[in-house]
T-cell receptor, first 113, second 112 residues
Framework: RKEVEQDPGPFNVPEGATVAFNCTYS??????FFWYRQDCRKEPKLLMS???SGNEDGRFTAQLNRASQYISLLIRDSKLSDSATYLC??????????????FGRGTQLTVWP | DAGVIQSPRHEVTEMGQEVTLRCKPI?????LFWYRQTMMRGLELLIY????????DSGMPEDRFSAKMPNASFSTLKIQPSEPRDSAVYFC??????????FGSGTRLTVV
């Protein structure tokens, strides 16, 4: 089983829609998680960190289900500018946000007008 | 803050040639990472350094790849000899305690 697995999509949604992505991880000891955003032909950028059951930042909500070992990212009221690839990220070392990070393959989102 | 600076942005080279990619991390960051991204394999960690010391190079594909960090503000990734299958985007990233990774803009390498 891969360290991090994501549904690659693509997800195509209209503006204003709510969309959710899921990600599963294999290391049950993992304590912290991240969502990164990558625009086409650009570098990945940190979107959100998830350290407990979840985190909310404006239209974005990240949730963690430790029992099932999955993380979700919910985007409400989608904007055209949300179109990107969203990467689920899990540290290799339990409890450490430093060192090796495992990146999922990413979920592609396109928001259309 | 200028962020993580990588050079060159694009590199096209012939098979068998030596390629050197360069990275300047964010000042004060004590971790530096080299990643490779391809459509087939996604983002793969090649090697990372802590305080200029290589900690994990298990992702380096083979002996043709080498990385150095002679000081806190500079790192290189070298491929010698290069092969077409090395074509990818190579990202450098840096971090420090309490902060996530910051990636550079990447070097798009094409080996023909």
């Amino acid at each position: 089983r891969k360290e991090v697995e994501q549904d690659p999509g693509p997800f195509n949604v209209p503006e204003g829609a709510t969309v959710a992505f899921n990600c599963t991880y294999s290391n049950s000891a993992s304590q912290s998680f991240f969502w990164y955003r990558q625009d086409c032909r650009k570098e990945p950028k940190l979107l959100m960190s998830v350290y407990s059951s979840g985190n909310e930042d404006g239209r974005f909500t990240a949730q963690l289900n430790r029992a099932s070992q999955y993380i979700s990212l919910l985007i409400r009221d989608s904007k055209l500018s949300d179109s990107a690839t969203y990467l689920c990220v899990v540290p290799a070392d339990r409890g450490s946000t430093l060192g090796r990070l495992y990146f999922g393959r990413g979920t592609q989102l396109t928001v259309w007008p | 803050d200028a962020g993580v600076i990588q050079s060159p942005r694009h590199e096209v080279t012939e098979m068998g040639q030596e390629v050197t990619l360069r990275c300047k991390p964010i000042s004060g960051h004590d971790y530096l990472f080299w990643y490779r991204q391809t459509m087939m394999r996604g983002l793969e960690l090649l090697i990372y350094f802590n305080n200029n010391v290589p900690i994990d190079d298990s992702g380096m594909p083979e002996d043709r790849f080498s990385a150095k960090m002679p000081n806190a503000s500079f790192s290189t990734l070298k491929i010698q000899p290069s092969e077409p299958r090395d074509s990818a985007v190579y990202f450098c990233a840096s971090s420090t305690r309490g902060f996530g990774y910051t990636f550079g803009s990447g070097t798009r390498l094409t080996v023909v």
